[in-house]
Structure formats: C-alpha cells, structure tokens
C-alpha cells in the first residue's frame, strides 16, 4: 500500500511538472513562445529523455538483480538449516533439545523479516516482531549461541557418536557461514537519497515538456499516458526498496519449506508411536475406525 501511494505521489509530481511548464510558458515565457526560440531545447530535451530511459533500465535490471541474489542467499541459508537438522537428528535423542532450539530460530527468523507472515501454532520461538531490528539480530544471534554451546557440550558414547558430533559442529560453522553472507549482503535494493533525486530528474524534463508543447488536449493526454508509464516503472522501483514487503518482495517459501522439514519429523514419531505402539504388532488407521491390529 505504501509502494502504490509512493506511486501515486510521482505521477502528481510530474504532472505538476508539466502544469508547472505550461504556466511559465504562458505568463512568464510568451514573447520568447511565439518565436523559434524553444525549437532549441530539442535537442536538449531528447537528451535528457534519452539518459532519463537508460537510467531507469539499469536501475530496473538492478532491483531484479538484487531480488534473485538475496533469494540465492535465502536459499543457501534454508538449505544449511536442513542440513544442521539433520546432522543433529542423526546425533540422537541428546541432541533433541538442540534441534527444538534450532526450530525457534526458524520461526524467529520468517516472523522477523516476514512481519505478515504466521509459522504453525506448534513452533514456539520468540517474539521479535516488536524488537528493532538491532536488539533483534542479537536476540537471534544468543539463540545461535546457546545452540554451538550445546553442540560442543555433546558428550558422545561411542567413536561413532564422535564423528556425529564433529559433524554437527561443522554443519553449524557452514550454517554460521551462510547466514553471516545473508546478513553482510546489501540489504536495499536502492539507496532513497538516489531515487528522490532520479524523481527530481524526470520532474525537470516534464517541465521541459510543459515549456516546449502546446496547452491543448493532444499534448494533456499524452503527457498524462507518460507520466502512468513512468510511475508504473518507478513503482517496480520503489517495491523493493524494502525487499520483503510488497509486491515484488523476496518470496518465504525456502525457510516456511525448512521449519516444514524439521518439525516433519516430530509428526512422523507421533505416527510411529500411534501405528507401532508393540514390537509385536502393526496398527493401522483407517477413517472412521479405531486402530486394528495384526500380528507380524
């Protein structure tokens, strides 16, 4: 909503600008309007639009360019979640209460970014949506802490738990890694000093357009079809100055994707405990009975 009142905001100001132009031109400019005097600023003018298009170009290929790097970067992260899980659910029942600390981080960490965002109601982590976003990174930043304090607490039984454990520290280093990457990563797409002034830039040549055409209706329709085309590309601009929120955000799928994946495996013991509940046994569930068993 923001993006689209931004939006909107830029096409007033240009069509301002072009008002603004007609009006200096008719009070201000006519003895020097009627003569060839303006045929000048052609020149000028195409210029200006000229460098004004390839502008706005990089800058649109920019903002795409930003958006699929920060989502490789989301990706990898998720990517070395599920691979943490994992090594700590290879570990063992010790490393249980390791891996419940690891699924609040998830949870922590989509409600976090993604403020619109809801993690399932079994996910408990904790609340930093009323956090800034400084107090909030280090209050992730302890969880992560505590959780490489209890990987090195892992006392291992056997050398086979011993491998597991070292897997679990290296795991955490990789995930460490990725999420340093994430956060060191240009977080806007585009700086708001430099956009105010490229907004400032095209109000001047809508001027020049209202100091260079007629007042009538052909020119009015125009300029109004130019200005929607111009603000519909600054709005693709201005979506993603903050990258997760908008339209054109930085989609959540690959971190709601890793939470899945780790809470995945507390359904399927509920499952195992409901349909192998006797090593003697197999329970099955069907819909609208109770569980039956059969002998192995």
Request: charged share 15%; aromatic share 8%; net charge neutral.
């Amino acid at each position: 909503m923001r993006s689209l009142l931004k939006t909107l905001t830029v096409f007033v100001l240009l069509c301002s600008s072009t008002a603004a132009g007609f009006l200096v031109k008719s009070r201000l400019l006519g003895i020097y309007a009627q003569t060839g005097a303006l045929e000048s600023m052609n020149l000028i003018i195409s210029f200006l639009v000229t460098i004004t298009a390839i502008v706005v170009g990089l800058l649109i290929n920019s903002t795409k360019s930003f958006i699929d790097a920060t989502q490789a970067h989301w990706a990898l992260f998720a990517g070395q979640l599920i691979q943490l899980d994992q090594a700590m659910r290879n570990y063992g029942l010790q490393a249980e209460p390791l891996r419940k600390q690891l699924q609040s981080f998830t949870g922590a960490v989509i409600v976090n970014y993604w403020r619109a965002d809801t993690v399932p109601i079994d996910a408990t982590y904790p609340d930093v949506r009323t956090l800034p976003k400084g107090e909030a990174m280090r209050a992730l930043s302890n969880v992560l802490n505590r959780i490489e304090i209890g990987i090195i607490q892992l006392q291992p039984p056997d050398p086979l738990h011993e491998r597991l454990a070292a897997d679990c520290l290296d795991q955490y280093k990789e995930f460490v890694r990725a999420r340093w990457s994430l956060l060191l990563a240009p977080q806007d797409s585009l700086p708001i000093p430099f956009l105010r002034l490229l907004i400032a830039w095209i109000m001047v040549i809508f001027g020049c357009f209202g100091l260079r055409g007629p007042a009538d209706p052909l020119v009015m329709v125009v300029t109004i079809l130019s200005a929607t085309t111009l603000s519909g590309m600054m709005f693709a601009i201005i979506d993603v100055v903050d990258p997760y929120k908008g339209l054109y955000n930085i989609s959540s799928a690959n971190m709601h994707y890793a939470l899945d994946a780790m809470s995945t495996d507390q359904a399927s013991k509920q499952l195992s405990a409901r349909c192998f509940g006797a090593p003697d046994t197999f329970s099955c569930c069907s819909p609208g009975s109770g569980a039956q068993q059969a002998p192995i």
